[in-house]
């Protein structure tokens, strides 16, 4: 039997670990989205698994190859998921371009022959494909189950309105990712319900947010968030929930840029999924990272009563 | 109606004075990215739910026709080819399942073979620097891309240093990169596609 010790509220917890699944983080988790990393880690162990971190991992390369020539973008892929095969069977992820590349790219591996050859030879690895992998959201869903999640929530966030926001990359492309309905997901909306926060329906939470475009043509990226925001707070959202790194850059540290072009926006807090899991299962607040979230959350926190 | 059939006309009366239609293209393009561009029938759905349309100097539908008429050149230069970020909102929509982020894809390495300068330049450069930035320490490393990426776009100080230094405020981005242990495998990596 192993135990994890962690700070939960005021005092220490002694926790027992069921389970551990291999995990690939991520570059964007070590650097900009450290509180994600940690809150989803802290959380893991609160609910009874552990997150090992997947040893000597590469960049994925961010964006799975679309041309059918481009073999070079899928070897970073190929080699971490060959490697996390001789640790395991499971490998799961946060981010959800990481997610994408590394789900499409088994697929290919586990579906074409000439290419699983063809890529085995430039890493020099056997990979034939038989991993699984699974999104943190569909370990909670799948392995723990949201009734039993409902259980364990220590302080329910009642009254939170929140517009989860799914993003392209956990759906898209739907016959590859089968992570859930392509145009109408309800996943996440029952993961917030299951943490007792309202889920707000709005019509652009499968929009994309300008992705990469924040650096080339920094307004185009802001149109986008714009879009997305603003149709969340005209449904009565107060805070965005999202998945995605990449996508909490341009929904969460866009706002100030957003705000000077558009004079009547006012900024909303952009969580992590994980922060809110946080939160509701007791964790204290100081360690959720919050600090570190562009707009900064714990006025709204305290004026629910979270802190 | 009698006007579109009347434009449709003019088109082809320009491609064909300036020599045969290049169905080269079409087949090219058919093949480089997979898709059937035969079965598009315009109706418009790629380019309603693409959110980076409207910054396009060519619309997604627009493409693909320009595509079957054998355009070549005003596709591979056109800024709309840089600026599709790969959402796939066309490609989940399409009655006749054409991934148009796909085939964008297939088309920025076309114009990168054939020399056709990038007309969203940045966009190009910043994938360079992504690149550059894993090949270095097999992980991404934003201070260090970002550097690079300032430099070579010239962008010094206006859009690109200050959500860095934001960002570098807000303790989320490390100076010093992660390396890992295995950089020689990913140097190998590297020598072998360059080679190929």
Redesign the interface.
Known sequence: MRYACLRVGRRYAFLELVMDYLYFPG??L?????NFDQTARNCSLLLGFELKELK????C???F????????AL??PS?ILATAREEGTVLTTLCAVCFNVIKRTNRLIQGDGEKRDKINN??EKNYQGDLQILHYLEILKQDIGFPQLREKVKKPLEGLLAAPYYG?ML????KEMGFDD??KPTLFEEFLEALGAKAIEFPYK???C???????????AT??AY?ILGSAIQNGAEAMVSTCPMCTFNID?KQSDIKQKHLDFKPIPVFYFTQLLGIAMGLDYRTLGF??N?VDPLPLLSEKGFL | MRIAIKREEIKLETLTSVGKVASSFLEEAKKKSGENLGLCYQCLKCTAGCPTAPYMDIRPNNIIRMIQMGMKKEVLGSSAIWFCVYCQTCGTRCPNEIHIGVLMDALREMAMEEGIPAKEKNIHLFHEAFIQSVRRGGRAHEVTMLMEYILKSKDLMKDSLLPGVKLFLKGKFPLLPSFIKGRGEIKKIFEKCTKK
């Not at chain 1, 070590?30 to 450290?34: C, E, N, V, W």
């Not at chain 1, 190859?65 to 070079?72: E, F, G, K, S, Y």
């Not at chain 1, 300008?210 to 185009?220: I, L, Y």
């Open positions: 570059c964007t070590y650097t900009k989205a450290k000597n991992w590469t960049c390369g961010a964006t190859p679309l041309a059918t020539d481009n073999i070079m070897l970073p080699r430039f890493i392209c759906l898209r492309p739907f392509k145009e499968i929009e994309c300008g992705s990469f475009q924040s650096v080339g043509s920094p307004d185009v149109e986008c879009k540290h600090e570190q562009a």
